[in-house]
């Protein structure tokens, strides 16, 4: 090949062609050219000496040297060795294309063996900069003497100057050869990725290491109505902002497929935020189908890299819509399946705050939506208060209030009509700035109904995939909710029930369980006593001279004192125990699997809790102070039903009586007549006894 014939070979792709070869690893190599007596540098701007560009030595100020070096060796058509004013030493080779531009290889980036001390101080001192920092800078380049960099430039220049032709079209096509293979093994790679992340971090690190692109950004559709969101993938800012559709289809009208090449003064059209001087704009594309674009900025992409970067984004573009295709088949498959299990969660709730709870989470789960509430209208149908919450904190939902017929969630809760927003700063029923707590713009408002009015409202925002929500998303919602407030109503009549069962079961004065739970639940203990072979014991607590309290203090002072006793023995009581209102001053508490000796104890504490508390103008009594008398029956030695076992109980607890009051007595117990107790009775087996 003549040496014409090598000119016609561009000047990158001749540029990469030379950091292949051996001789000049060490070297940062660079091209200029010169139109019109202006040198100006191709593509990437980042100084020759890379590491001393840290310490702000070598970017500007070196660019005059190189200029000076460059228009040098274009004047005197051969090449020139000169150094920086760093003293690191540099080679500019020329080289000529036609009549057109001047070109100009330049190698540097490297220092002598021996540093130059002097040098260094001198630089650190008029520059203003850490010296031992600049001394270590220059220790980690790489070291050529004056006859290598000489060496290299006459080497280069005979490369250039076809003297070795054939060895650089072998180079070449070896390399091209090579980038095609590395390139189809990447595409059946990205072929193999199983998500739309993992494929764009592919491509991402393709574009960086393969092509050594310095800035590049992408931006992929979201679905028929959404703006292009544009995000860095490198050596930018993670968000760029977006574009329309309509932006995106006039940079590739009519489904052009082919590189746009956008310049400074129309950037700002299509990337606002990014400062750059042209951007290399090549469609993601399957078919007629855009989905989006992939900007190079700053670069100058040889004609046969911006052909395979085309052919990595076909690749893309075809891997992403089977993504999303794959995605639809898959949320049309599950949508049945997934609907029967929303209306089963729902209906398993076991209260109604559980129950708005998971109306909410099933129903953001179905819709794929990040962000919600579930707000009811009070009592008086004014206001909406948040109920339950997604995407913010409950408390801090709960300080906000909305009022009926104002606002979006009051206009729906007023008229009982659904609302689905697409774009809430666009519907002319809405048209409001949309909120900074919210990422998108689309919502769903409804209704929920109970008997025919509007008991609260359920909304919905935030698609997690970032899309706007459909008419399909609103009628799936409406199915939720219409089932949805079958089961509040279900629950809201249960609830009732069951209050209106725990009053038949209560006792109205103290709040404990009445005689009717007791029988009930005695008979339950008395089965199990006898599957399991247990002991069940009762305790029958009877205040002491309650009638002459009442007669001294009045009716209105003995509730005070029921009360009172019936907290203490709560209180006093074990987890397991069941502590009820027998009638009248009598208590009834029930021992499950407690043995005729551990009752003793648990009967003894509840005696003492009674006798130190002390009651209003209790020293009128007789014993001078208001006391329990308890008597235990243990089943089934005592009694095995409920009539037997508490006739036990009763005989006890009038042994405790005529022995002298405040005491505990078991049904097996001798009977000790004490009508006046000594100051310190002694106690037997079977009986407490204290001093009035």
């Given at each position: ?6 000119a ?5 792709e ?12 060490k070297?940062d ?8 007596g202006?040198v100006t ?6 100084p ?12 500007e ?8 070096a ?8 051969k090449p020139m ?13 020329p ?16 220092r ?5 001390l002097?040098?260094t ?5 008029s520059?203003r900069?850490?010296?031992f920092?600049?001394?270590?800078g220059?220790e980690?380049l790489?070291t ?33 050869v ?27 690190e393709?574009?960086?290491i ?8 992408i931006?992929l559709?979201?679905?028929p109505?959404k703006?292009?969101?544009l ?19 006039a940079l590739?009208?009519?489904?052009d497929t082919?590189?746009?090449l ?21 469609p ?11 900007a ?10 911006t052909?395979l970067?085309?052919?990595?984004t ?24 997934k609907?029967?299990?929303v ?10 705050r559980d129950?708005?709870?998971s ?7 179905l819709?794929?939506a ?10 008086n149908?004014?206001?909406l208060?948040?109920?339950s ?8 939902a ?6 009926v ?10 008229s ?18 949309n909120r900074?707590?919210f ?13 025919g009015?509007?008991?609260g ?7 997690r ?12 919602l ?5 089932h ?7 629950t809201?009549f249960?609830e ?7 009053i038949?079961l ?17 008979d339950?203990e008395l089965?199990?006593?006898?599957r399991?072979?247990q002991s ?6 009877d ?5 002459v ?24 009581a ?6 009820t ?17 551990e ?9 003492r ?23 235990i029956?243990t ?11 508490m006739?036990?109980?009763e ?8 022995s002298?009051?405040n ?5 097996d117990?001798p ?5 006046k ?9 079977g ?6």
């Amino acid at each position: 090949m003549s040496a014409d014939e090598t000119a016609t070979l561009k000047p990158l792709e001749l540029l990469e062609l030379l950091r292949g070869f051996p001789f000049l690893e060490k070297f940062d190599l660079a091209l200029f050219y010169e139109k019109d007596g202006l040198v100006t540098r191709v593509g990437t701007v980042s100084p020759l000496c890379g590491v001393l560009a840290r310490n702000l030595v070598c970017i500007e100020k070196c660019e005059p040297s190189y200029e000076r070096a460059v228009m040098l060796a274009l004047g005197k058509q051969k090449p020139m060795v000169f150094s920086c004013r760093a003293g690191l030493m540099n080679f500019a080779v020329p080289y000529q294309v036609g009549d057109g531009f001047r070109f100009c290889f330049v190698g540097g980036g490297v220092r002598a063996p021996t540093l130059d001390l002097f040098l260094t101080e001198k630089l650190a001192k008029s520059d203003r900069i850490d010296g031992f920092a600049l001394l270590e800078g220059l220790e980690k380049l790489p070291t050529a003497t004056p006859q290598e960099v000489k060496d290299a430039a006459k080497e280069v220049s005979r490369l250039l100057g076809g003297l070795v032709s054939d060895s650089i079209q072998a180079r070449l096509l070896e390399k091209n050869v090579e980038m095609f293979r590395t390139v189809r093994g990447i595409l059946a790679h990205l072929e193999g990725t199983t998500t739309p992340e993992a494929l764009i971090g592919l491509m991402s690190e393709t574009l960086g290491i393969l092509f050594d692109i310095p800035r590049v950004a992408i931006g992929l559709t979201n679905g028929p109505g959404k703006d292009i969101q544009l995000r860095g993938l490198i050596g930018m800012v993670k968000n760029l902002g977006g574009c329309s559709e309509k932006q995106l289809a006039a940079l590739f009208p009519d489904g052009d497929t082919g590189p746009v090449l956008v310049p400074e003064k129309e950037l700002g059209e299509y990337f606002p935020s990014v400062v750059a001087e042209r951007a290399l704009c090549l469609p993601i594309a399957s078919g007629a189908q855009l989905l989006g674009l992939l900007a190079i900025f700053d670069d100058d992409l040889t004609y046969r890299d911006t052909l395979l970067v085309g052919m990595i984004t076909d690749r893309i573009a075809a891997k992403l819509l089977q993504f999303r295709l794959d995605e639809s088949q898959r949320l049309e498959a599950s949508l049945a399946g997934k609907f029967v299990s929303v209306l089963s969660t729902i209906s398993s709730a076991e209260n109604r705050r559980d129950l708005y709870l998971s109306i909410l989470e099933t129903a953001a789960d179905l819709l794929q939506a990040s962000s919600g509430s579930l707000m009811l209208v009070d009592d008086n149908g004014k206001n909406l208060r948040i109920e339950s919450v997604m995407g913010m904190s409950l408390q801090l939902a709960r300080s906000m209030s909305a009022r009926v017929g104002r606002g979006i969630a009051g206009k729906v809760a007023e008229s009982g009509e659904p609302l689905l927003v697409k774009d809430i700063e666009q519907d002319s029923r809405v048209r409001i700035p949309n909120r900074s707590r919210f990422k998108t713009k689309s919502f769903i408002c409804i209704p929920l109904r109970v008997k025919g009015s509007v008991i609260g409202v359920l909304n919905l925002s935030d698609k997690r995939n970032g899309g706007i929500f459909s008419e399909t998303d609103l009628e799936l919602l409406i199915s939720v909710a219409r089932h949805a407030c079958v089961v509040l109503e279900r629950t809201e009549f249960s609830e009732k029930a069951a209050q209106l069962e725990e009053i038949t079961l209560t006792d109205p004065l103290t709040g404990l369980f009445n005689r009717r739970f007791l029988e009930q639940r005695l008979d339950e203990e008395l089965s199990r006593c006898g599957r399991q072979q247990q002991s069940v014991t009762i305790l029958l607590v009877d205040l002491d001279n309650f009638r002459v309290y009442n007669e001294l203090c009045g009716h209105a002072a003995g509730d005070v004192v029921l009360k009172k006793t019936a907290r203490l023995l709560k209180s006093s009581a074990r987890q397991m125990d069941i502590v009820t209102r027998f009638g009248g001053e009598k208590f009834c508490v029930i021992l499950p699997g407690t043995s005729k000796k551990e009752s003793f104890c648990v009967a003894e504490r509840f005696r003492r809790e009674v006798e130190k508390s002390g009651f209003t103008h209790e020293e009128n009594l007789p014993l001078g102070r208001l006391t329990v008398s308890i008597g235990i029956a243990t089943a089934p030695a005592d009694g095995n039903d409920f009539q037997a076992l508490m006739g036990s109980a009763e005989v006890a607890l009038h042994r405790a009586k005529i022995s002298g009051r405040n005491r505990v007595v078991h049904f097996d117990s001798p009977v000790i007549v004490n009508p006046k107790p000594s100051p310190a009775p002694l106690r037997t087996l079977g009986e407490s006894k204290v001093s009035a």
